[in-house]
């Protein structure tokens, strides 16, 4: 695993006509062999970001390293694959399609071997013969993701990938991304308002507001639906929560440091209460402690290292787990 | 009226018999034609290509060029041609001049401001993520182009024709570079010039009907390869 794919410092980029950046970084740093995920609202700088770190365009001001190197070439480029949330697909079969890449670079010698490989893996292989254009959303993102990772890139930027296509393509995006980064070592860097999405991929988790980058994600995020009848309770599958303000959604989600543990049953307004098991206890940022506590759903709780050992309890444990219904937030 | 109703008689008789001068008139007028947006296309397309993919000085004034000369008077054109391939023109020895090569000649610089610049606001005018997704896959520029030239097709295509459209139309050019030479370089729209100077209405107004199917078939065609894409 390679240390840091891309170091940033300083890094700011500001529009033509515009007197506010649209990016304004201090310091981040993206490991190789793993997923990043940058979620964030809609021009909160995502799409900025992404066309830095794919070489596109250049900082204003300050660093960006790529595999610890300056000044960006197209060698650079080369080893970098982007899969847009709206790809250009040419208008001709799908197998031409994922084959353009290798034939544009002159890497032929395994080509059949190669693609085939690529369009089985994306589930393609019985539409090699059909027009591209003539797919639904979902299978032409899958083309675009097969023609991008049939070209070995080290680095893969995936903008909104899943956010137009279907249930069935979402999940083989999701389950190829991750098993790529797994079996080749690659680095997955995603940019989504999805904060389900963010967590189903896991990996290192930044938000992205207003420009600035800003460590870990949403750290809970729930997937179900609001129970008819029962005003602002929403079930998972595996637990209920009382959640406050907007009863319509397919998602909550709970920032660690909204949850509370305790060894007992908390006496108080707190209208969430549940228990569970500790399952993992890792260091989070700024020398907190992550405590994961399985309660049908895993909570992840965040906690000083005091408080930790006040509790006095450890893995395997049971514990009480709260959280306020105003604590949750609604995604649609 | 009854004068132009005869004419119009007589000039149905003359398509429908297959009059052989009226149809040898057709010929050299599409062979001359076809010929001439052939030549222009081969140079005209990659132009076009070459000028949308590439960034260099003086593109703005290209454009503004390419447009002024679309709209190139025909005799200016022929007037130009006829001082290079007149007697005592740069290219007189080729004896061009009255020739079908001649038209075919004048007709190629006439259709080529047309195929170049249509071409390039084809190719210019594709979704902005085709340059973006040739880029990122390693396309050269060639390849490129040759992935841009499919793309654009259909633009390309409505390019052809209405370069075709442009000489198959046009008077200027055959007249003073063909000379209207009977069974030799009369076309279409020339032998209509003559015959309606002479007061013989019946073959222009036959000829002048099959230019309008020949506009006719070559705009079908387009419109059905359209609907199939």
Redesign the interface.
């Known amino acids: 695993m390679i240390a840091s794919v891309y170091q940033l410092r300083g890094v700011s980029y500001t529009y033509e006509g515009s007197d506010k950046p649209a990016l304004d970084i201090g310091e981040l740093s993206i490991r190789g062999g793993e997923v990043t995920v940058f979620t964030g609202p809609n021009g909160s700088g995502k799409s900025t970001l992404l066309s830095l770190l794919?070489l596109d365009i250049a900082p204003a001001t300050g660093d960006l390293l790529f595999f610890g190197e300056r000044p960006i070439s197209a060698r650079h480029?080369?080893r970098?694959?982007?899969l847009?949330q709206?790809?250009?697909l040419?208008?001709?079969s799908v197998r031409a399609n994922v084959e353009?890449?290798l034939?544009?670079?002159k890497l032929m010698d395994d080509m059949d071997e190669r693609v085939g490989k690529a369009l089985s893996d994306l589930g393609l292989s019985s539409y090699s013969e059909r027009r591209a254009r003539k797919l639904s959303g979902g299978e032409m993102q899958r083309v675009a993701l097969a023609?991008t990772l049939v070209?070995n890139p080290d680095i893969l930027l995936l903008d909104e990938p899943t956010a137009h296509v279907d249930a069935s393509s979402r999940e083989r995006i999701e389950r190829i991304v991750k098993e790529w980064v797994a079996r080749e070592g690659g680095t997955a860097i995603v940019t989504t308002h999805d904060v389900a999405l963010a967590q189903r991929l896991g990996g290192s988790a930044y938000r992205l507001q207003e420009g600035k980058v800003s460590a870990s994600g949403v750290d809970n995020v729930f997937m179900g639906h609001f129970v008819m009848g029962e005003g602002g309770v929403f079930d998972t599958g595996h637990i209920k929560i009382n959640v406050a303000g907007k009863r319509q959604g397919k998602a909550v989600t709970l920032r660690a440091e909204e949850v509370i543990l305790s060894t007992h049953h908390l006496e108080s307004s707190v209208r969430n209460n549940l228990e569970g098991t500790i399952t993992d206890v890792s260091l989070g940022d700024g020398g907190l402690l992550l405590v994961t506590v399985d309660c049908g759903e895993r909570i992840v709780a965040s906690i000083t290292t005091s408080g930790w050992a006040d509790l006095g309890v450890s893995v395997g444990e049971r514990v009480h787990v709260s959280f306020k219904a105003s604590a949750l937030r609604v995604v649609e | 009226m009854d004068y132009l109703s005869a004419s119009a008689a007589v000039a149905a008789d003359l398509i429908l018999d297959f009059d052989p001068e009226v149809y040898g008139i057709v010929l050299t007028s599409l062979k001359v034609s076809v010929s001439a947006t052939v030549a222009a296309s081969l140079i005209g397309v990659p132009l076009a290509l070459s000028i949308a993919l590439n960034n260099f000085w003086g593109k703005a004034f290209i454009r503004l060029l390419l447009n002024t000369l679309m709209a190139l008077p025909t005799v200016v054109v022929g007037l130009f041609v006829y001082a290079l391939i007149g007697r005592a023109g740069v290219l007189g020895e080729l004896g061009l001049l009255f020739t079908p090569a001649g038209i075919i000649l004048g007709e190629t610089l006439l259709a080529l401001p047309i195929i170049t610049n249509l071409t390039l606001v084809a190719v210019e005018t594709l979704d902005p993520r085709f340059f973006k997704t040739c880029r990122l896959l390693g396309g050269s520029t060639a390849r490129t182009a040759r992935a841009a030239l499919f793309e654009a097709r259909l633009g390309i295509l409505a390019a052809l024709v209405a370069g075709f459209g442009r000489v198959v139309a046009e008077v200027g050019v055959a007249m003073i570079l063909g000379g209207n030479i009977k069974g030799f370089t009369r076309t279409m729209t020339t032998a209509i010039a003559l015959e309606t100077s002479k007061g013989e209405f019946a073959l222009g107004l036959a000829l002048g009907a099959l230019l309008l199917l020949v506009a006719l078939g070559v705009n079908g065609a387009l419109f059905a390869i359209r609907r199939r894409a």
Do not use: M
């Open positions: 794919a480029r080369s970098i694959g982007i847009d709206h790809p250009y040419f208008d001709i353009w890449g034939k544009a670079r023609r070209l």
